[in-house]
T-cell receptor, first 117, second 112 residues
């Protein structure tokens, strides 16, 4: 149990275009989903937290108008990178938490590698 | 702001050795701590989750301890194997953040 999927697993896009990444909890309902990104040889950094039906909360330094997050259902959250630029190239990983308590485990998706040319 | 530090940054040992990876965090008000494994170009594999009320967790050859008051955790790997080669990440939940705060990882190489 506790499987999280992401789609696509990798994507290449041209500078200036938008890219949507999907994160799904396959066998549980996720009240909260998180989006992280990882630059080469760096660790994962939290970008934003989204609760189903609410606006996402973004970490300091993350542009909310550039990284649009939608969490319309308990099993799906999407991250849209708008007007992507080469510096947005990164590994994007989502996670989902089943419970409402902060001590609940987060289950991670396999990640999406975005390359902007 | 929570900060997580992992030592060493890299480690290379011969197969069969027991080894310890270290993790420290600055804010002891955490809810839990997780150890992950990440293979090159891949996502995360959760290894162990320790809740703040627990002192340790074990899974197979892995044992993780947590000393919340001193802000430290260790991951002990017994009888290391080449297949254990990966980057090991420590992450804490809480300490002012809802998501996880990750360390930079320990890049582990087990020599056959």
């Amino acid at each position: 149990g506790a499987v999280v999927s992401q789609h696509p697993s990798w994507v290449i896009c041209k500078s200036g275009t938008s890219v949507k990444i999907e994160c799904r909890s396959l066998d549980f309902q996720a009240t909260t989903m998180f989006w992280y990104r990882q630059f080469p040889k760096q660790s994962l950094m939290l970008m934003a937290t989204s609760n189903e039906g609410s606006k996402a909360t973004y970490e300091q330094g993350v542009e909310k108008d550039k990284f649009l997050i939608n969490h319309a259902s308990l099993t799906l959250s999407t991250l849209t990178v708008t007007s992507a630029h080469p510096e947005d190239s990164s590994f994007y990983i989502c996670s989902a938490r089943a419970g409402t308590g902060l001590g609940y485990e987060q289950y991670f998706g396999p990640g999406t590698r975005l390359t902007v040319t | 702001k929570q900060e997580v530090t992992q030592i060493p940054a890299a480690l290379s040992v011969p197969e069969g050795e027991n080894l310890v990876l270290n993790c420290s965090f600055t804010d002891s008000a955490i809810y839990n701590l997780q150890w992950f494994r990440q293979d090159p170009g891949k996502g995360l594999t959760s290894l162990l989750l320790i809740q703040s009320s627990q002192r340790e967790q074990t899974s197979g050859r892995l044992n993780a301890s947590l000393d919340k008051s001193s802000g430290r955790s260790t991951l002990y790997i017994a009888a290391s194997q080449p297949g254990d080669s990966a980057t090991y990440l420590c992450a804490v939940g809480g300490g002012g953040a809802d998501g996880l705060t990750f360390g930079k990882g320990t890049h582990l190489i087990i020599q056959p």
